[in-house]
């Protein structure tokens, strides 16, 4: 029980409504570091080549092993395979590592492909949290909030997301609030990042809405 205890505050601390029916983490620590988890489609939307690697890292938040993006393209996107759900939440943990053009970390929902999906992304180079949709490859800010995302720090991105109705948090605080109905009913979820982004990832974790 102890396990769960921090991720039960933060559904408290997120406002989450619904009761959710069962709850998924992935930490990677089963995965073999130097290449993409099975289970995973690691690919990218648009142009440019991703690379999204398991690694060891010792700053790992469940060590030893992390989800790294070190590649560059348009939109690197890494889609879980193993769960597809329209009401829920999503969340991970993320660390900003380098990055001339962007430090970007992203989770994405109601996935149809690699092109169509919403993106709730942290930034430290900008300092901003935005709710995007992505349809047909072509990224549209939904709404964003500027504030402080440090590099080099571990952070907790999450979002949950009922019918119209999403909710995205930062580091257990809601901070984007919105309706949007441009992508709806069934998809999958998953990891994003932007540009040159380096990034690592770890405990992803989900959950249905009953």
């Known amino acids: 029980m102890k396990k769960f205890a921090g991720l039960l505050i933060v ?12 709850e998924t983490r992935v930490n990677f ?24 690697t398991v690694e060891n890292d010792a700053s790992a938040p469940s ?3 992390v989800l790294k993006q070190s590649g560059e393209a348009e939109f690197p996107v890494c889609i879980y395979q193993k769960a597809k759900f329209s009401d829920g939440f999503v969340e991970v943990k993320f660390q900003p590592v380098a990055g001339r053009e962007d430090q970007a970390a992203g989770i994405i929902f109601r996935a149809k492909d690699k092109d169509d999906y919403y993106a709730a992304r942290a930034n430290a180079l900008e300092d901003n949290v935005v709710l995007f949709h992505v349809l047909h490859g072509h990224r549209e800010e939904v709404k964003g909030v500027d504030m402080k ?21 930062f580091d ?17 979820i998953g990891l994003w990042t932007k540009s040159d982004s380096v990034t690592l990832f770890d405990d992803f974790c989900f959950g249905e809405s009953k």
């Open 29 to 52: 620590d089963d995965a073999k570091p130097g290449s993409a988890p099975k289970g995973w489609l690691a690919t990218e939307t648009g142009i440019g080549t991703a690379r999204w």
């Open 149 to 169: 995302v440090s590099a080099h720090t571990w952070h907790k991105l999450r979002a949950e997301f009922h019918g119209t109705h999403i909710i995205v948090c």
């Open 11 to 22: 559904v408290a601390s997120c406002l989450a409504q619904h009761a959710i029916a069962k």
């Open 63 to 65: 060590s030893p092993n």
């Open 172 to 188: 257990g605080k809601p901070v984007v609030e919105t309706d949007d109905d441009s992508i709806k009913g069934f998809g999958k």
